[in-house]
């Protein structure tokens, strides 16, 4: 039996595997090679998209299916096929985000959708990130999306201008109809009630029978509580949110500072 057969390790990936630059270093990348030839689980557990996610999967070595939109999604990326969807309910929500766009007119909107995303708010700004990033994106009128499935929304704007959209939506959280979490001060999103990274890490694990027992989870900011708080062992990068410090059992490096490599190097082997 190899060394680490029955351990699943689930990263985070901005903040956490991915340097500030935008880049995933080879000390990284090399440190979940051998982790993966001693037997080990390797994958991801983002907010992004598939296609989103793609750019930084060049050379990266992921041997399990992948959770995304902040666990909207498990994805197959050998088989590139979901293998669980959770859809938020248009009939309860939409009347709430038409409010959203009226009341918040510099915010952008962005609906996300298997396929795509779409950005719905009437003046047509952009998420930088969007831009910096030259991610796939539609503009749309909402009324013209209600025929498709959404996983999640993101509202994109100031942090105080955010805090105000959550009391706004306070109605639909207290009554079990969404979930919401900041992914970064500048991002609200908006899920479906229950659903989160440690949700569907628990679906991930049923779906695939894997060792539940022995599941190492790092991450960086509150859309990653769940899964840290669920984790034989949750870590947390020096560079993390409070929040996030505060679900981990155990504080690591920083994300620049290779905290992937520092895990699989340093921490793993005294476990």
Avoid at 45 to 61: H, I
Avoid at 181 to 202: D, H, M, Q, R
Avoid at 224 to 229: A, K
């Amino acid at each position: 039996m190899k060394k680490y057969e029955d351990y699943l390790f689930v990263s985070d990936l901005d903040g956490t595997l991915i340097h500030t630059n935008k880049t995933i270093s080879l000390k990284n990348k090399s440190a979940i090679d051998d982790f993966i030839l001693q037997g080990g689980h390797f994958t991801i557990a983002t907010g992004r998209t598939v296609q989103n996610v793609l750019p930084y999967l060049e050379g990266l070595n992921i041997n399990e299916a992948c959770i995304l939109y902040n666990g909207g999604a498990i994805y197959d990326l050998k088989k590139q096929e979901f293998l669980a969807c959770h859809f938020l309910n248009k009939e309860q929500i939409t009347s709430d985000i038409k409010r959203i766009l009226e009341k918040h007119e510099r915010l952008c909107v962005q609906i996300f959708t298997t396929d795509t995303i779409y950005i719905v708010n009437h003046n047509q700004r952009v998420d930088p990130e969007v831009l910096e990033e030259k991610q796939i994106f539609e503009f749309a009128n909402i009324n013209d999306i209600l025929h498709q499935e959404w996983l999640k929304i993101i509202l994109n704007g100031s942090h105080e201008n955010l805090l105000e959209c959550s009391r706004d939506l306070k109605h639909l959280i207290s009554t079990n109809i969404i979930h919401t979490v900041f992914s970064v001060p500048t991002y609200l999103e908006i899920l479906p009630f229950g659903v989160s990274k440690g949700t569907a890490l628990k679906e991930l694990v049923k779906i695939k029978r894997l060792q539940s027992s022995n599941i190492i989870t790092i991450g960086d900011y509150d859309n990653d509580i769940e899964m840290l708080e669920m984790a034989m062992l949750g870590i947390a990068p020096s560079n993390a949110s409070q929040g996030a410090k505060k679900a981990a059992d155990r504080l690591t490096v920083s994300n620049d500072d290779d905290a992937i490599f520092e895990v699989i190097t340093h921490i793993l082997p005294t476990l």
